[in-house]
């Protein structure tokens, strides 16, 4: 619904990739680990829930969670069906750290996930030694793992870093030396955690490719680890902060990698008002408190080589992109469409009953800006159980006339439970 301008301090919750990776190779070390500021999502407590059934022991200690791992080999067949809810995180690189384990488990999801490609993961890991049984490389299905797995040197079709760590978590298992060739570098969190983890990840650069090699079998070692805060998470209020008027808001502790700040060098490029303060570092990632003021916004033509580094804040950049002065062309996002739903398409319907003016192309969205009047408003919108759908529309509301109603909040819990909790009190 609209509201007031946002301002004051807040911060979002734990990164979700960062958050994943560190319960499975604290669940792969031997000894007790400490994960600070971790994602309390369902998505991630569904690889910690997981990575329990396998033998890894997590709970939560006040503030804190505490993993004794097993270390690398050392995970149990589970006995009952790993449960990933709609997590395409946990199955996928739950799929790598199975493949070079010799025991057979078998994978499920909900509704939403259960449409969701896993061919991509299953081919290199296939190549590797393990085997699947699914109808049509969905899930539900089964993982057969190879011990002693196969190393193997494999070029990425498309940039994904969720292949490319399925591959990697295969390896810590796995005699000899595994290479993973990015044409495109995507997000490195798992690079730069293993490192911290005790494992030799060796990554050249040339040509514009990335090689990522590990030699396994790995050891891991324990590892405390302080989650930084979400950027994807954190993208929603920097697009709301930029639209809605008189807000002036600092967004705490936001993770800045590299690999994944797109939406932030995008939306400048637009014209945002976006202030970078103490930046840092935190268990080897790049941090700042992030001041965004509210600011006209301009149109842009995004360039396709920027995707892979905000794959999944094309939604809300979309909302922002319908508020500009201008028109505002992307390309290149073929990927959107395997997402929990077909975000091109979703978001252009949800936009279009909300007031916008959207054209949707095979590869992206043309976006002719209202250039800062505030859209009609309306709906309900179909969420298609997909958060990011769900919280791009919230903010579309902030910055219309009669508010956006949505079908459904609840998918918002898998990524951002106090979403709008956060929300009400950045608008009070």
Same mark, same amino acid.
């Given at each position: 619904?609209?509201?007031?301008?946002?301002? $004051?301090?807040?911060?979002?919750?734990?990164?979700?990739?960062?958050?994943?990776?560190?319960?499975?190779?604290?669940?792969?070390?031997?000894?007790? #680990?400490r994960? &600070? $500021?971790?994602?309390?999502?369902?998505?991630?407590?569904?690889?910690?829930?997981?990575?329990?059934?396998?033998?890894?022991?997590? !709970?939560?200690?006040?503030?804190?969670?505490?993993?004794d791992?097993?270390?690398?080999?050392?995970?149990?067949?589970?006995?009952?069906?790993?449960d990933?809810?709609? #997590?395409?995180? #946990?199955?996928?690189?739950?799929?790598?750290?199975?493949?070079?384990?010799?025991?057979?488990?078998?994978?499920?999801?909900?509704?939403?996930?259960?449409?969701?490609?896993?061919?991509?993961?299953?081919? /290199?890991?296939?190549?590797?030694?393990?085997?699947?049984?699914?109808?049509?490389?969905?899930?539900?299905?089964?993982?057969?793992?190879?011990?002693?797995?196969? /190393?193997?040197?494999y070029?990425l079709?498309?940039?994904?870093a969720?292949?490319?760590?399925?591959?990697?978590?295969?390896?810590?298992?796995? *005699?000899?030396?595994?290479t993973?060739?990015?044409?495109?570098?995507t997000?490195?969190?798992?690079?730069?955690?293993?490192?911290?983890?005790?494992?030799?990840?060796?990554?050249?650069e040339?040509?514009?490719?990335?090689?990522?090699?590990?030699?396994? /079998?790995?050891?891991?070692?324990?590892?405390d680890?302080? !989650?930084?805060?979400?950027?994807?998470?954190?993208?929603?209020?920097?697009?709301?902060?930029?639209?809605?008027?008189?807000?002036?808001?600092?967004? &705490?502790?936001? $993770?800045?990698?590299?690999?994944?700040?797109?939406?932030?060098?995008?939306?400048e490029?637009?014209?945002?008002?976006?202030?970078?303060?103490?930046?840092?570092?935190?268990?080897?990632?790049?941090?700042?408190?992030l001041?965004?003021?509210? +600011?006209?916004?301009t149109? %842009?033509? %995004?360039?396709?080589?920027?995707?892979?580094?905000?794959?999944?804040?094309?939604?809300?950049?979309?909302?922002?992109?319908?508020?500009? &002065?201008?028109?505002? !062309?992307?390309?290149?996002?073929?990927?959107?469409?395997?997402? &929990?739903?077909?975000?091109?398409?979703?978001?252009?319907?949800?936009?279009?009953?909300?007031?916008?003016?959207?054209?949707?192309?095979?590869?992206?969205?043309?976006?002719?800006?209202?250039?800062?009047? +505030?859209?009609?408003?309306?709906?309900?919108?179909?969420?298609?159980?997909?958060?990011?759908?769900?919280?791009?529309?919230?903010?579309?509301?902030?910055?219309?006339?009669?508010?956006?109603?949505?079908? #459904?909040?609840? *998918?918002?819990?898998?990524?951002? *439970?106090?979403?709008?909790?956060?929300?009400?009190?950045?608008?009070?």
């Open positions: 619904m609209p509201a007031g301008p946002l301002k $004051g301090r807040i911060r979002v919750p734990g990164d979700k990739s960062i958050s994943h990776r560190s319960l499975m190779f604290s669940a792969l070390a031997v000894g007790r #680990s994960i &600070e $500021g971790l994602l309390e999502g369902e998505d991630v407590l569904a690889t910690a829930a997981a990575l329990r059934m396998m033998g890894a022991t997590i !709970v939560q200690d006040g503030g804190a969670w505490i993993v791992g097993v270390g690398v080999g050392g995970l149990l067949e589970p006995d009952m069906p790993l990933m809810g709609n #997590s395409g995180t #946990s199955a996928r690189l739950l799929m790598g750290l199975l493949a070079s384990h010799g025991f057979r488990a078998s994978m499920i999801g909900d509704a939403s996930l259960s449409k969701r490609p896993m061919g991509r993961v299953t081919e /290199p890991l296939s190549q590797m030694g393990a085997s699947f049984q699914s109808a049509d490389w969905r899930l539900p299905m089964i993982i057969e793992g190879a011990h002693p797995a196969v /190393p193997i040197e070029r079709p498309v940039a994904s969720q292949v490319k760590s399925a591959i990697l978590l295969a390896a810590l298992n796995t *005699p000899g030396t595994t993973v060739i990015e044409p495109i570098p997000r490195d969190h798992t690079e730069r955690m293993l490192r911290g983890f005790g494992v030799d990840v060796e990554v050249e040339s040509a514009g490719e990335r090689r990522i090699a590990i030699t396994g /079998p790995c050891d891991l070692k324990p590892c680890v302080m !989650v930084p805060g979400d950027p994807s998470s954190a993208a929603f209020f920097a697009v709301a902060a930029s639209l809605v008027p008189e807000s002036d808001l600092v967004i &705490e502790n936001v $993770g800045l990698n590299p690999t994944r700040d797109g939406i932030y060098r995008v939306l490029q637009m014209g945002a008002n976006i202030d970078y303060l103490d930046r840092r570092e935190v268990g080897g990632e790049p941090v700042a408190d001041r965004v003021r509210h +600011a006209k916004l149109g %842009v033509t %995004v360039d396709p080589a920027i995707a892979p580094s905000m794959i999944d804040e094309f939604p809300v950049l979309f909302v922002a992109a319908a508020l500009a &002065e201008g028109t505002t !062309v992307t390309s290149g996002l073929e990927e959107l469409r395997v997402k &929990e739903s077909d975000r091109l398409s979703a978001m252009a319907a949800a936009l279009g009953a909300a007031g916008a003016t959207v054209e949707e192309n095979d590869d992206g969205l043309t976006i002719h800006g209202s250039g800062g009047v +505030a859209l009609a408003g309306g709906g309900p919108v179909a969420t298609h159980l997909d958060h990011r759908i769900a919280m791009s529309m919230a903010v579309a509301g902030l910055a219309s006339r009669d508010g956006v109603a949505v079908d #459904s909040i609840d *998918p918002i819990a898998t990524s951002f *439970p106090n979403f709008t909790a956060l929300l009400d009190t950045a608008t009070r």
